[in-house]
Antibody, heavy 120, light 107 residues
Framework: QVQLQESGPGLVTPSETLSLSCSVS????????WSWLRQPPGRGLEWLAH???????KYNPSLRGRAAMSLDTAKNQFYLNLTSATAADTAVYFC??????????????WGPGTLVTVSS | DIQMTQSPLSLSASLGDRVTITCRAS??????VNWYQHRPGRAPKLLIY???SLQTGVPSRFSGSGSGTDFTLTISNLQPEDFATYVC?????????FGQGTTLDIK
């Protein structure tokens, strides 16, 4: 059973880099696609990025080049860095697997999420 | 981007009721829609993929339908654990987008 757990800083100063990690158990990073999503307060879910080991990540264009996703197969963790953080980046951040078959894709399992607040 | 619009945004119902949640896509997306259940503080859970396929382990009181631009999630015989937020998501392209969510609470 695949399980994921996010870790984040809790509080980030505006203009700094928001760094997140996701620990994975029950699966090897090399075997699946991995993703990041977020939910700002009072708003809907937003897909941020996904990638597969040894392939280039894909990012939501709304992040305007501020995001960098990476995988560490030795630690079985993956990461998201979001530079130049603003209050608009305040959200609960989720990591999740990205599964699929026959051109259909869905997210799951997910981690429980971690709240990151961008504020001075 | 493909916009996903859910209605209603909130819904009150009683145990044993049947409820229907609607999701409308801003363009035709065949059956490339998934539905998730999200309880506060917990990981979202996939319920339905490809518009009508029930994820393994999800109770059969959950069902999905639709194609093109209009999709529905129906929950029959509401149980206490069903009171949560339900979210649709399109996978027609890999710029995945979600609906705003529909919060279902106990009347």
């Amino acid at each position: 059973q695949v399980q994921l757990q996010e870790s984040g800083p809790g509080l980030v100063t505006p203009s700094e880099t928001l760094s997140l990690s996701c620990s994975v158990s029950g699966a090897s990073l090399g075997s699946l696609y991995w993703s990041w999503l977020r939910q700002p307060p009072g708003r809907g879910l937003e897909w941020l990025a996904h990638m597969q080991y040894s392939r280039s990540p894909k990012y939501n264009p709304s992040l305007r080049g501020r995001a960098a996703m990476s995988l560490d197969t030795a630690k079985n963790q993956f990461y998201l860095n979001l530079t130049s953080a603003t209050a608009a980046d305040t959200a609960v951040y989720f990591c999740a697997t990205l599964l699929g078959s026959d051109n259909y894709n869905w997210f799951g399992p997910w981690g429980p999420g971690t709240l990151v607040t961008v504020s001075s | 981007d493909i916009q996903m619009t859910q209605s209603p945004l909130s819904l009150s119902a009683s145990l044993g009721d049947r409820v229907t949640i609607t999701c409308r896509a801003s363009q035709s997306i065949s059956n490339y829609v998934n539905w998730y259940q999200h309880r506060p503080g917990r990981a979202p859970k996939l319920l339905i993929y490809a518009a009508s396929s029930l994820q393994t382990g999800v109770p059969s009181r959950f069902s999905g339908s639709g194609s093109g631009t209009d999709f529905t999630l129906t929950i029959s015989n509401l149980q206490p654990e069903d009171f949560a937020t339900y979210v649709c998501q399109q996978c027609f392209n890999t710029l995945f987008t979600f609906g705003q969510g529909t919060t279902l609470d106990i009347k």
